[in-house]
C-alpha cells in the first residue's frame, strides 16, 4: 500500500470516529462526517468493494439521522400534550441554543418548549412536563441517530470485506 492511501485511510478513519462523537453532540455535523469518511475509504480503491448502491444506501440512512434529529424532541413534547405553540417554541430553541455550543444545544429546546408551552397555557406545572417531554424525546433521538450511525458503518464494512 503505498503511502498516499495510507494518509487517506487515516483521514477517513478519523473523519468516521469523529463524526461518531458529533453524532452525540449537536454541534458538529456527525452522521455526514462518517458518511464523508465512508465515501474517501470506499475512494481509495476506486469504489471496488463499496459502490455507489452502498453507498447510496448510506446517504439514505444520513438523510433519516436529520430526520430523526428534528423530529424527536418535537415528537416528545407531543407526547405529553404540548401545545403548537410549544413544538415551535422547541424548534426555535434549539436553533437559537446552537449559538450557545454544547449547553445551549442541549438547554434550548427545553427552554423553548417550557416557554412556548406556559404562554399557551399559562400552567408551569405543564409547561414543565413538556419541557421535560421535549428532552426525552431528544434522548430518545440521540439513541437512534446513533443506532443509524452504527448501521451505515457496519453496511460499509460488510460491503467492503465481502
Wanted: proline share 2%; net charge positive; hydrophobic share 60%.
Amino acid at each position: 500500500m503505498e503511502w498516499t492511501a495510507v494518509v487517506l485511510w487515516i483521514l477517513a478513519v478519523l473523519l468516521i470516529v469523529v463524526g461518531v462523537g458529533g453524532t452525540a453532540l449537536p454541534v458538529l455535523p456527525g452522521a455526514l462526517m462518517v458518511f464523508g469518511g465512508l465515501v474517501l475509504a470506499a475512494s481509495i480503491d476506486d469504489f471496488a468493494r463499496v459502490g455507489g448502491w452502498t453507498l447510496g444506501l448510506i446517504g439514505v440512512l444520513v438523510a433519516l439521522t436529520y430526520a430523526v434529529d428534528f423530529g424527536a424532541s418535537a415528537l416528545g413534547a407531543k407526547r405529553v400534550g404540548a401545545s403548537r405553540r410549544a413544538l415551535v417554541g422547541a424548534v426555535v430553541g434549539g436553533v437559537v441554543g446552537l449559538f450557545f455550543g454544547i449547553p445551549g444545544a442541549l438547554v434550548g429546546p427545553f427552554v423553548g418548549a417550557v416557554i412556548g408551552e406556559y404562554t399557551e397555557q399559562k400552567n408551569l406545572t405543564q409547561a414543565g412536563r413538556v419541557g421535560v417531554g421535549t428532552w426525552v424525546g431528544m434522548a430518545l433521538g440521540l439513541a437512534a441517530k446513533l443506532a443509524l450511525v452504527f448501521t451505515m458503518i457496519a453496511i460499509f464494512v460488510v460491503a467492503f470485506v465481502a
